[in-house]
């Protein structure tokens, strides 16, 4: 099968890592992909949001199967399109993307089906917004309705921390038109935990729990990120919690999905918070999530290519999808100043001798006039290794790590510690 992977991403390059290694995949192709991505597929120069030019190219090239990965182009209808032009693609269409695209709509959506989260309201208006604030008090939480980057959302410590976030999303357009609407939802407690679930829109298979670690620095301070690391699976999130939560939360949505013609076929991200009074959605994401992708792609012991060909089928149920004992950990190596900004362009060194015992995973680079790596982005790489203990994948990351080098680098010293 020729097979097209889109987007230019660590979590591209660990679909691609794990797409190659499939006997069904004789040719893999990764647009816009990195530096690192081009060790496994050939990269082909159209924007992972260019719908038209990614159809086109995959029709002119014959491809017999599309990843769609980010979420920008799975809201933009990029799986309709390519679906209108006969190509198989993996991932859901727009308007079961919506999910992810608009929280005003999750919530929802979890709102008429009984599906545990926040209590919240959502608001248009900025005066009403700060009223309602006040009247709540602090903790809160303020999200942007749309896509933003996984940076849309403030958990506001003070209500002056919770206005002066709706003043830059609705006033000072933040986010761009994701901001016009706002969500403000009231401050859950408890462990934060991932469950990323294949879904063909019947049957619901859920991988291994992950934890992603989003803020910038160590102890979970510092601005949000898209993600400085990430483990799996998680000690908090028991047999139990996994049996309640498929009850509760993963089959009630796709159910509900489908319910309301919204049929989601791809991956379904639940965000999970494991609240004193049980587990509470956070937020749904269409996509798997990055760097959670790393961790639990590394973990798994079945044929990708089978899964999301059955997704795609509505086959699920017939595939065996099967998992490898022990952890995993990735540990995200970042430019100097990223979240906010950052300079690009350094020379990376160490890369070989930390591929001899973790798998690097590519997210911000290019290669140079030389074939020197360089930096190209905020998350620039993301050091993966499995273990047979979630202490010995920490320890195997942190290792690896040690190993590269490139200007102003930042990485978090406690991911898999900070809970």
């Known amino acids: 099968m020729k097979v097209l992977v889109v987007g230019g991403g660590g979590r591209e390059h660990a679909i691609c890592w794990k797409l190659a290694q499939s006997p069904k995949v004789t040719e893999l192709y990764c647009a816009p992909g990195n530096a690192g991505i081009a060790q496994v597929a050939r990269c082909v120069p159209v924007?992972?949001?260019?719908?038209?030019?990614?159809?086109?190219?995959?029709?002119?090239?014959?491809?017999?199967?599309?990843?769609?990965?980010?979420?920008d182009p799975?809201?933009?209808?990029?799986?309709?399109?390519?679906?209108?032009?006969?190509?198989?693609?993996?991932?859901?269409?727009?308007?079961?993307?919506?999910?992810?695209?608009?929280?005003?709509?999750?919530?929802?959506?979890?709102k008429k089906y009984g599906i545990p989260t926040a209590r919240y309201e959502t608001f248009t208006d900025l005066e009403a917004a700060l009223a309602y604030v006040r009247a709540q008090g602090a903790p809160i939480?303020?999200?942007?309705?749309?896509?933003?980057?996984?940076k849309g959302v403030t958990v506001a410590a003070t209500v002056a921390e919770a206005e002066?976030?709706?003043?830059?999303?609705m006033e000072g357009r933040k986010f761009g038109d994701s901001g016009s609407t706002v969500v403000i939802e009231e401050c859950m407690t408890g462990p934060e935990v991932t469950v990323l679930a294949f879904t063909d829109g019947k049957t619901i298979v859920p991988m291994p729990s992950s934890q992603d670690h989003k803020r910038a620095f160590d102890g979970n301070r510092g601005p949000?990120?898209?993600g400085m690391g990430a483990i799996s699976p998680v000690p908090v999130y028991t047999p139990e919690l996994a049996r309640r939560c498929m009850d509760e939360i993963f089959r009630p949505t796709v159910d509900a999905l489908r319910a309301e013609g919204r049929t989601f076929q791809g991956v379904l991200y639940f965000g999970l918070m494991l609240t004193p009074d049980g587990p509470r959605v956070v937020e749904y994401n269409a996509r798997f999530g990055d760097p959670e992708c790393q961790v639990v792609l590394?973990?798994?012991d079945t044929d990708l290519m089978d899964i999301l060909q059955a997704c795609v089928d509505g086959t699920l149920d017939r595939v065996d999808v099967r998992w490898k004992k022990g952890a995993?950990?990735?540990?995200?190596?970042?430019?100097?100043?990223?979240?906010?900004?950052?300079?690009?362009?350094?020379?990376?060194?160490?890369?070989?001798?930390?591929?001899?015992?973790?798998?690097?995973?590519h997210a911000g680079t290019r290669l140079d006039e030389q074939g020197r790596y360089l930096t190209d982005g905020g998350?620039?790489?993301?050091?993966?290794?499995?273990?047979?203990?979630?202490?010995g994948a920490i320890g195997a990351a942190y290792g690896a790590a040690r190993h590269i080098s490139f200007e102003k680098m930042h990485f978090r010293t406690d991911i898999g510690r900070a809970f």
């Open 298 to 300: 590394s973990l798994l």
């Open 141 to 150: 939480v303020v999200k942007a309705d749309g896509l933003a980057l996984g």
């Open 224 to 226: 949000n990120t898209g």
């Open 47 to 71: 924007k992972a949001t260019d719908v038209e030019g990614m159809v086109n190219w995959a029709r002119d090239n014959a491809m017999d199967f599309v990843v769609v990965a980010p979420d």
């Open 379 to 391: 998350r620039v790489l993301g050091v993966t290794a499995t273990g047979d203990t979630l202490d």
């Open 328 to 361: 995993a950990c990735v540990v995200v190596l970042a430019s100097g100043g990223y979240p906010v900004s950052y300079e690009k362009g350094f020379p990376i060194s160490g890369l070989d001798e930390a591929g001899k015992t973790a798998t690097v995973f």
């Open 74 to 110: 799975l809201a933009m209808g990029m799986v309709d399109a390519l679906e209108a032009a006969g190509i198989p693609a993996f991932g859901p269409r727009a308007n079961a993307a919506v999910v992810e695209a608009s929280k005003a709509f999750s919530k929802g959506l979890m």
């Open 164 to 169: 002066q976030a709706l003043r830059e999303m």
